[in-house]
């Protein structure tokens, strides 16, 4: 992770569960960590922690709704105007709603479709150009997504049109399942099968960071967890 102190990388849906925890990591490295969500008390708490520790890197809260292309576009725009642009960029966020084909909202429908879908491929797409204006070419792109949560067709789209010298994982697959999303019907429960922490995905992302300019990581990690998304 050497290579990676100072450089600059954006965690969406950083406030909580594994996001939060890949913010830490990436901080605890020597970063300057871009952690965006609707909410951003929680991030601000954990940028106070990470100072408080001591880290080399640092984390800075963005209040972004990811549902809003306008904030997404606006939040790229400020990393540029203050950190020069993104060098990682990490899909973290995503949703779920408890509305089935049948019988669901179109508007559940609506707010799954922009946050795990458009706003993941907006990200890409504005990542990629901000790495391209300033001919980065170790970048990288990593989405952590869920067969629960994610577009895997779009996904797999995205490895296939990244250019070679910007790394794109798509594939780190994570089934991070919360009590919550057990109550509200969105999914159903996994018997007594053990936990992975959050901390867990965040010490896989910093190998697939840590890994050779040669080397492209794929992974698929199975978390049951009972912390709560946002």
Same mark, same amino acid.
């Given at each position: 992770?050497?290579?990676?102190?100072?450089?600059?990388? #954006?965690?969406?849906?950083?406030?909580?569960?594994?996001?939060?925890? /890949?913010?830490?990591? &990436?901080?605890?490295?020597?970063?300057?960590?871009?952690?965006?969500?609707?909410?951003?008390? $929680?991030?601000? $708490? #954990?940028?106070?922690?990470?100072?408080?520790?001591?880290y080399s890197g640092t984390l800075v809260p963005y209040k972004?709704? &990811?549902?809003?292309?306008e904030e997404i576009l606006s939040m790229f725009s400020a990393i540029k105007t203050l950190h020069q642009g993104v060098d990682v960029c990490i899909n973290n966020a995503g949703l779920a709603h408890a509305e089935a084909l049948l019988c669901g909202k179109t508007e559940g429908w609506r707010n799954m479709i922009d946050v795990n879908v458009l706003a993941l491929s907006i990200c890409t797409r504005e990542a990629y150009q901000s790495m391209k204006e300033r001919n980065i070419d170790d970048g990288h792109i990593i989405n952590i997504n869920s067969p629960h949560l994610e577009p895997v067709p779009v996904i797999q789209y995205i490895r296939h049109n990244v250019?070679?010298?910007?790394?794109?994982?798509?594939?780190?697959?994570?089934?991070?399942?919360?009590k919550r999303m057990e109550k509200a019907g969105a999914i159903s429960g996994h018997g007594n099968h053990?936990?992975?922490?959050?901390?867990?995905?965040?010490?896989?992302?910093?190998?697939? &960071?840590?890994?050779?300019?040669?080397?492209?990581?794929? /992974?698929? /990690?199975?978390? &049951?967890?009972?912390?709560? /998304?946002?």
């Amino acid at each position: 992770m050497e290579r990676w102190k100072g450089r600059v990388a #954006l965690v969406t849906g950083a406030s909580v569960g594994i996001g939060a925890a /890949i913010a830490r990591a &990436l901080v605890q490295h020597g970063m300057k960590v871009v952690g965006c969500s609707r909410s951003v008390d $929680k991030i601000e $708490k #954990l940028a106070a922690e990470c100072q408080s520790a001591g880290y080399s890197g640092t984390l800075v809260p963005y209040k972004c709704d &990811l549902s809003n292309e306008e904030e997404i576009l606006s939040m790229f725009s400020a990393i540029k105007t203050l950190h020069q642009g993104v060098d990682v960029c990490i899909n973290n966020a995503g949703l779920a709603h408890a509305e089935a084909l049948l019988c669901g909202k179109t508007e559940g429908w609506r707010n799954m479709i922009d946050v795990n879908v458009l706003a993941l491929s907006i990200c890409t797409r504005e990542a990629y150009q901000s790495m391209k204006e300033r001919n980065i070419d170790d970048g990288h792109i990593i989405n952590i997504n869920s067969p629960h949560l994610e577009p895997v067709p779009v996904i797999q789209y995205i490895r296939h049109n990244v250019p070679p010298d910007i790394k794109s994982e798509p594939d780190m697959a994570v089934q991070y399942v919360t009590k919550r999303m057990e109550k509200a019907g969105a999914i159903s429960g996994h018997g007594n099968h053990s936990c992975l922490k959050a901390e867990d995905i965040a010490i896989a992302v910093t190998y697939v &960071l840590s890994a050779p300019p040669h080397v492209q990581v794929s /992974i698929y /990690i199975v978390a &049951l967890s009972e912390v709560s /998304i946002s």
